[in-house]
Nanobody, 125 residues
Framework: QVQLVESGGGLVQAGGSLRLSCAAS????????MAWFRQAPGKEREFVAA????????YYADSVRGRFTISRDSAKNTVYLQMNSLKPEDTAVYSC??????????????????WGQGTQVTVSS
């Protein structure tokens, strides 16, 4: 069974940085698309970034492009989200997700079969 475990969340001041990690196990991730989503209080879950594991193709939401970087370490089966120039509106629970079929529609949370428990990111102004 695929398991995803996030870490790295916390409290940071606006303009600061955090790196989230998602340790994956129980699958052959070379065929997967991995993604980060976030959900702020009272808002719907939204796409943040995704990476096609085998071809290292990356996608970003407009709101984070240029500030966030998604990457993966195949030796460690870990996906990272480096978040720079953080803003108060980035405050949310960030969740890692895995799509074993690498669907075309990487933006939709419905395509992802596996989810981590989430990690809180709070950006103070």
């Amino acid at each position: 069974q695929v398991q995803l475990v996030e870490s790295g969340g916390g409290l940071v001041q606006a303009g600061g940085s955090l790196r989230l990690s998602c340790a994956a196990s129980g699958g052959t991730f070379s065929t997967y698309t991995m993604a980060w989503f976030r959900q702020a209080p009272g808002k719907e879950r939204e796409f943040v970034a995704a990476i096609r594991w085998s071809r290292n193709i990356r996608y970003y939401a407009d709101s984070v492009r240029g500030r966030f970087t998604i990457s993966r370490d195949s030796a460690k089966n870990t996906v990272y989200l480096q978040m720079n120039s953080l803003k108060p509106e980035d405050t949310a629970v960030y969740s890692c997700a895995a799509d074993p079929y690498s669907a075309m529609s990487y933006l939709s949370s419905r395509e992802y079969a596996y989810w981590g428990q989430g990690t809180q990111v709070t950006v103070s102004s």
